[in-house]
């Protein structure tokens, strides 16, 4: 890999046979709205643009393969990242095969990637408050065969920009107390919530206390992260992780 660096690498500890990276708005082909790495088909951008931008990833990271994309739909879902004719419908993918490119796109919600400390296993989990709340974590460490990992946050909105209704801090706290935490009232009567606040929580909650990354915010580091919440309409990044 050379070049200027179009992409986010993991601060953690993970095995050395375990590769990971975000990709960030720059270094690729998309116009507009969409400028420039944007590897999303859903989003409206010209579908060759995208298919440029997804090998210039492929070429930038030296992915072994391409990545398992999936169709994200908010929810808790879970599958093996297996190729199909279809994208599989889910909001993570697993698993403990080399050479299979995990993969989540966003533009504010959380992505997570976990690997498993002794490298055999990884997975990519794209988080929303929905998918929070809905338990997405949970349900893919609980699909994992190992119960020993590191988990990496890479970047979503932040705190500061993350307002929500009084009726998104009552469902968190319907499911637990400690969410509290996670929320900042505000005084037009809406709550500033902490993604990544919300998300350790959720993991220590499932004994997970090797957590690294957060800070980011993509709300207002423009120049490099998408932001559905800022701009409505545009790109994606892409966070992947995949093992040797």
Known sequence: MSG???WLVPNWPAPANIHAATTLRTGGSSCGVYASLNPAMHVGDDADKVKQNRQVIKELLDLPDDPVWLEQIHSNRVVQAVKTESLQQADASYTAEAKVVCAVMTADCLPLLVCATDGSEV??????????????????????????????????IGPDCFEVGAEVRDAFLAKSAAFMTAFKQQSNGKWLADIYQLARIDLAMVGIDK???GGF???????????????????????????E
């Open 211 to 213: 957590v690294y990354g």
């Open 123 to 156: 997975a990519a989990i794209h988080a929303g408050w929905r998918g929070l709340l809905a338990g997405v974590i949970g349900n893919t460490l609980t699909a994992m065969k190992n119960n020993d990992f590191l988990v990496w946050l890479g970047p979503a």
């Open 217 to 243: 915010c993509t709300v207002t580091e423009h120049q490099r992260f998408y932001s559905y919440r800022r701009d409505r309409e545009t790109g994606r990044m892409a966070t992947l992780i995949w093992r």
């Open 4 to 6: 200027i660096r179009h």
